[in-house]
């Protein structure tokens, strides 16, 4: 920002404006920039939230895969005392 106004007051100079265009000119500058940084902070905002969401999806997916998982285990668990059993009770 420093580096532009000063830039402009250079110009502003050569070119023979006078300080009320100057000024304007500054005035206009700084709108824009200030407009452009809460633009980026909205951007970086959403961004975080977006972040913060997929990281909650991605804990629920693997929570729901830790379960099947873990539901499929039991049933194999289940399936292997079966055959325990039966094998017992040939024997």
Not at 53 to 72: G, I, P, V
Request: glycine share 2%; hydrophobic share 30%.
């Amino acid at each position: 920002r420093e580096e532009i106004n000063k830039e402009l007051r250079r110009s502003a100079k050569s070119t023979g404006m006078n300080d009320f265009c100057a000024k304007a000119t500054q005035d206009a500058v700084d709108s824009s920039l200030q407009i452009e940084l809460e633009t980026l902070r909205e951007r970086i905002r959403r961004m975080t939230t977006d972040q913060a969401s997929m990281s909650s999806d991605h804990r629920w997916e693997r929570d729901r895969m830790r379960h099947s998982h873990d539901m499929e285990m039991m049933d194999k668990d289940s399936e292997l005392e079966d055959l325990n059993w039966k094998h017992r009770m040939e024997l």
